[in-house]
C-alpha cells in the first residue's frame, strides 16, 4: 500500500509575512518571525509545500501580476537566507465584482474555492486529505475544509478576527495556533502520531 503524498498549504499574507492589506512592492514583504525556520522544518520532514495566496489588488490595479515575480522571489530568496523553500506559489488575481478586466470575474481559484488546493494536488500527486491548510483567514479554513485536510488557524494577520467569525458561523478549525511557527508544531505532532498509529 502506497503512502499519501502529504501537502502543506501556506497562505501568503498574514501567515509567512506581514499582514499589510495589499503588497505592491518588494519592500512591503516582511517575513513573521520564525517563519523561514518553521518552513525549514517541513521541508526536513520532506512535505510538500505550497503557497497559495488571493491577490485580488491585480484585480483592483493596485500592481500587476508582473510585479508580483520580484514580491515571490524576494520571499523564495529570504526562506533560502535560512535553508527553507517553498515548491510552488499559486496566487488567485481575481475579483468576482471589484476592479478591472480580464480580471474581475467570477473564478475558480479565489478562496474559500479549492482550485489552488487542487492545482497543487495534480502537480505534486498529493492526497489532499492527508494534507495540511494553515492561514489566517475564514476563506482558508474553508477551502481547507472543503477538500478534507487538516485545518490551522494562525493568529497572526486577520487571524484573531477570523477565529470570532469561525466560532460564531461554525465554520470547522482543527486547531489554534498563535503563529506559524506553533502551526508547524501542530503538524510535525500530528504526522508523528500518525506515524505511531500506523
Same mark, same amino acid.
Given at each position: 500500500?502506497?503512502?499519501?503524498?502529504?501537502?502543506?498549504?501556506?497562505?501568503?499574507?498574514?501567515?509567512?509575512?506581514?499582514?499589510?492589506?495589499?503588497?505592491?512592492?518588494?519592500?512591503?514583504?516582511?517575513?513573521?518571525?520564525?517563519?523561514?525556520?518553521?518552513?525549514?522544518?517541513?521541508?526536513?520532514?520532506?512535505?510538500?509545500?505550497?503557497?497559495?495566496?488571493?491577490?485580488?489588488?491585480?484585480?483592483?490595479?493596485?500592481?500587476?501580476?508582473?510585479?508580483?515575480?520580484?514580491?515571490?522571489?524576494?520571499?523564495?530568496?529570504? /526562506?533560502?537566507?535560512? #535553508?527553507?523553500?517553498?515548491? *510552488?506559489?499559486?496566487?488567485?488575481?481575481?475579483?468576482?465584482? =471589484?476592479? %478591472? $478586466? !480580464?480580471?474581475?470575474?467570477?473564478?475558480?481559484?479565489?478562496?474559500?474555492?479549492?482550485?489552488?488546493?487542487?492545482?497543487?494536488?495534480?502537480?505534486?500527486?498529493?492526497?489532499?486529505?492527508?494534507?495540511?491548510?494553515?492561514?489566517?483567514?475564514?476563506?482558508?479554513?474553508?477551502?481547507?475544509?472543503?477538500?478534507?485536510?487538516?485545518?490551522?488557524?494562525? /493568529?497572526?494577520?486577520? #487571524?484573531?478576527?477570523?477565529? *470570532?467569525?469561525?466560532?460564531?458561523?461554525?465554520?470547522?478549525? =482543527?486547531? %489554534? $495556533? !498563535?503563529?506559524?511557527?506553533?502551526?508547524?508544531?501542530?503538524?510535525?505532532?500530528?504526522?508523528?502520531?500518525?506515524?505511531?498509529?500506523?
Amino acid at each position: 500500500m502506497s503512502v499519501p503524498r502529504i501537502g502543506v498549504f501556506l497562505d501568503r499574507d498574514g501567515t509567512l509575512n506581514e499582514e499589510l492589506d495589499y503588497i505592491r512592492t518588494p519592500d512591503d514583504l516582511h517575513l513573521i518571525h520564525g517563519a523561514a525556520a518553521a518552513v525549514r522544518k517541513l521541508n526536513d520532514r520532506g512535505l510538500t509545500i505550497c503557497i497559495i495566496s488571493n491577490q485580488s489588488g491585480v484585480a483592483r490595479g493596485y500592481l500587476t501580476e508582473r510585479d508580483l515575480v520580484p514580491i515571490h522571489q524576494l520571499l523564495e530568496q529570504e /526562506l533560502q537566507r535560512e #535553508g527553507a523553500g517553498v515548491n *510552488r506559489i499559486y496566487y488567485c488575481p481575481h475579483h468576482p465584482t =471589484d476592479g %478591472i $478586466a !480580464p480580471y474581475n470575474i467570477e473564478c475558480e481559484c479565489r478562496k474559500p474555492k479549492a482550485a489552488m488546493l487542487q492545482w497543487g494536488a495534480d502537480d505534486f500527486n498529493l492526497d489532499l486529505s492527508h494534507s495540511f491548510v494553515i492561514g489566517d483567514s475564514i476563506v482558508d479554513m474553508q477551502a481547507g475544509n472543503s477538500v478534507g485536510a487538516t485545518t490551522v488557524l494562525v /493568529l497572526t494577520g486577520y #487571524g484573531k478576527t477570523a477565529l *470570532r467569525q469561525c466560532e460564531q458561523d461554525g465554520i470547522h478549525v =482543527d486547531h %489554534i $495556533a !498563535p503563529t506559524i511557527v506553533e502551526a508547524v508544531d501542530y503538524i510535525v505532532k500530528k504526522l508523528d502520531e500518525r506515524k505511531n498509529h500506523d
